[in-house]
Each structure stands twice: as C-alpha cells, then as structure tokens.
C-alpha cells in the first residue's frame, strides 16, 4: 500500500488518442489526478467520468493534470470513448492487474458480463515530485468521492497549504 508523502510507481499507458501518457513525464502546477474505473462494462463508471467530462477546465484552472486508465483492452478502451460523453477525457487502457497491486488498487473476477478480472475503482492526487498525495481505493463501482468534493479539497489544500495526511 502507498501512502501518502510516498512516492508512488511510475505509470505509462497509451491513450486512444494514439498518444503514451507517463506520469513521471506530467508537469502540472499543482497536482496529477489520475482516475481509475473499471471498464467499459461498468455502468457508474460511465456516469463518473461523464460528470467529469464538464470539470475538466475547473481542474486545469487549479493546475491539476487529469487522466482516467483502466485494464480494458485498446479496443474495449476505444468502445467506451466513443460510446460515452468523454470526448476530452484523456482515456488510457491495459492499465496491468499487476500493476494496479502495486497501486494498492482492489482486484474482482468477473460476473455475468464482466470481464475476467478487472481493477475496482480508485482515484489517487499526486504532486509534481510523484509523491502521493491521497488516495481513495474502492471494492465494488460504488461509494466513490464526488468530484466537486474534491475540486473544493483541491482548493481549500492550495489555499491553506495543507499537509498530505494519513502517511503514519
């Protein structure tokens, strides 16, 4: 498990836009927020990114890089960008189960029309340095944080230059 003020592993995954994202490479001012959803076959994940979808310009305005990975295939990843209301959405795929364990994330084997095994949801704040900032680690689609929760905790951290917590 990462904790916070650690740094976390380095991740790269190619975006259907035909580009590599690295996250060692990222320089955003403040933070790098990388969301972590289950697939194409999962119905709230398909909500959640289409509410981020619209807070896409809120997050740059804070100076916060966004990415949004899971371990669906470039064809199940390519689906889902054009299927879903994500069209600025930086979307990665075949985001490994091996590492995602690295990430501390939670793995299910597959029921009904799931994929075989797939990565639960997680959403991870990381600063420049790569050093975590918080985390938030799922077991099943639900329960996940609302991202205008976490724009207003992205902004009240810059302003008071609050401390990552939970590191002990």
């Known amino acids: ?17 035909g580009t ?33 979808q619209p807070k896409l310009s809120e997050f740059k305005d804070l100076g916060v890089n966004v990415v949004a990975v899971s371990s669906d295939t470039k064809a199940t990843a390519e689906q889902t960008y054009k299927e879903w209301d994500i069209d600025d959405v930086p979307l990665g795929y075949e985001f490994s189960i091996e590492e995602a364990r690295e990430w501390g994330l939670f793995i299910s084997k597959g029921i009904k029309d799931e994929p075989d095994t797939f990565i639960e949801p997680g959403l991870f704040v990381i600063k420049p340095n790569q050093e975590l900032y918080c985390a938030s680690l799922q077991t099943m689609p639900f329960a996940r944080p609302e991202l205008d929760d976490i724009i207003k905790a992205i902004k009240f951290v810059l302003d008071k230059d609050y401390p990552a917590r939970g590191e002990a």
């Not at 498990?1 to 836009?17: A, E, G």
């Not at 990222?26 to 933070?31: I, K």
């Not at 999962?42 to 981020?52: I, N």
């Open 20 to 52: 590599e994202w690295t996250l060692s490479k990222q320089q955003p001012e403040n933070f790098t927020l990388v969301i972590v959803y289950r697939g194409l076959h999962c119905p709230v994940c398909k909500k959640y990114l289409e509410t981020l």
């Open 1 to 17: 498990m990462i904790k916070p003020r650690q740094q976390t592993p380095d991740l790269t995954v190619n975006l259907v836009n």
